[in-house]
């Protein structure tokens, strides 16, 4: 199979996840243990996400100031800043710590 297949099968099963989620009954939604695994699981996805691409450079884990600026918005996140504050944060300790020389 050429690429162009596999490409055409993952969109079908993207367009087929989508639809099935509009196919749930509204008092299976309405459950609260379901809006908690809900939430749950958006957390845990934007937190990979987020430790993925601050550690990770192609195949390779990469110490970099990616990291720093991961460390200073998750301290900026401890003491409640606004999210504004926290992104600024973390670009400001990445810029420092390339400005120090570190990768």
Known sequence: MSLWWWLLVAVVLSYLTKLLGYLVPAKVLA???MSRVAGTLTIGLLASLTVVNAAASGTSVVLDARIGALLAAGI???FKAPFLVVVMAGA???AGLRLL???
């Open 92 to 94: 400001a300790a990445a």
């Open 31 to 33: 459950n609260p243990r």
């Open 76 to 78: 900026a996140l401890w």
């Open 101 to 103: 020389g570190w990768p």
